[in-house]
C-alpha cells in the first residue's frame, strides 16, 4: 500500500472562509425571506401600529 498522507481533510483558511462566508449569506437572505413574510402575514396589525404614531 503506497503512501498515504495525514493531511486528507485539510482545508485551508481560504476555504474555510469560503464556507462560512457563503453559509452566512444563505442565513441573512432565508432571514430576509422569513422577515417579508412575517411582515406581509401581519401587514394589517404593522399598519394599525404606524397609524397610532402618525394620525
Known amino acids: ?3 498515504q ?3 486528507r481533510g485539510f482545508r485551508s483558511r481560504r476555504e474555510k472562509l ?3 462566508l457563503r453559509n452566512i449569506r ?3 437572505i432565508f432571514g430576509t ?3 417579508a ?9 404593522l ?3 404606524l397609524k397610532t404614531y402618525f394620525y
Open 1 to 3: 500500500m503506497g503512501f
Open 47 to 49: 399598519w394599525n401600529w
Open 18 to 20: 469560503d464556507t462560512s
Open 33 to 35: 425571506i422569513a422577515l
Open 5 to 7: 498522507s495525514r493531511k
Open 26 to 28: 444563505m442565513a441573512i
Open 37 to 45: 413574510v412575517l411582515i406581509y402575514k401581519n401587514r394589517w396589525d
